[in-house]
């Protein structure tokens, strides 16, 4: 079972020199053993761009910006990294480009990329899962833009995070809200269906951020890649006994200090197998 996880500290920055010792993975209250760690940050990733193609995303310039930000994260690539393309709108998720360390077939299919048609945000991330597995790296993510919206989808928000619960894959929601954002009302943002993008970011360890104009772009591509980068893969093993369910999980840090951890929330599955010594994970 992998888990990426990013540690910040109380000023919101990013602890990039953790140790393996430092971790305590807790599944349903009971310790278990770490047995895979990685930190590389300069480790590849595969990034699967999820764009949201409905009618509502011609508004405002969404869906433009939204291109615009995919082509800086590309132009951010490092060696290794490759990248996956989907579009969705009605109850159809479209691989536009497979994943490939090459981006011109992907950036050729995103130029003819429009808008139309209804939304089914929550059957579309459900669809992309399963193709991450596709990327070659272990770090992985998918990156989904759209306005939040959900008109279409046959997958409730409850039925979303369980399925998120059974994946290893963070998810990047990114808002792409109306210029006028910043001054409409509590009430009136409702409307934006924010508490869908949440429920994402939150159930898979991701992070949930908003672009309105061409100035939000490049800071939030260079936060997203920074946050991917220095993911944490911590890991380890199911027992393959007991019931198959859902388990709350627990990933803290044991170094002193005041710590912000964000990683998956739960899994469905097995029981872990328990640490060995009282159960302590082994560093």
Partial sequence: MLLPAQVLDKRGRF???????????????VSVDIDMFERDEGAPVSFAFLLDTSGSMRLANKLENAKAAVRT???????????????????????????SPDPKPLLKQLA??????????FDAVAATTSKMLEGKNGKRA?????????????ITPVQMAEILQQVSIPVYPVGMKNAAFDRLTDEERKDLALDNLKLLAGSSGGLMLLAGGEEDLRPMAEKINADVRKQYLLGFSPSGTGDSKYRVIVVSVVRPGNWIVRAR???????????PSGGRSSG
């Fill in 15 to 29: 602890v990039d020199d953790l140790e393996k010792k430092d971790f305590r993975v807790h599944v349903e209250g």
């Fill in 73 to 99: 994260l590309i132009s951010q690539r490092r060696p290794g990294d490759d990248f996956a393309l989907f579009a969705f709108a009605e109850d159809e998720v479209r691989t536009l480009s497979n994943f």
């Fill in 112 to 121: 003819n990329l429009e808008a139309s048609g209804q939304t089914a945000l």
């Fill in 142 to 154: 998918i990156l989904l833009f759209t306005d939040g919206v959900d008109n279409a989808s046959s």
């Fill in 265 to 275: 929330r739960g899994y469905k599955g097995s029981a872990p197998a328990p640490a």
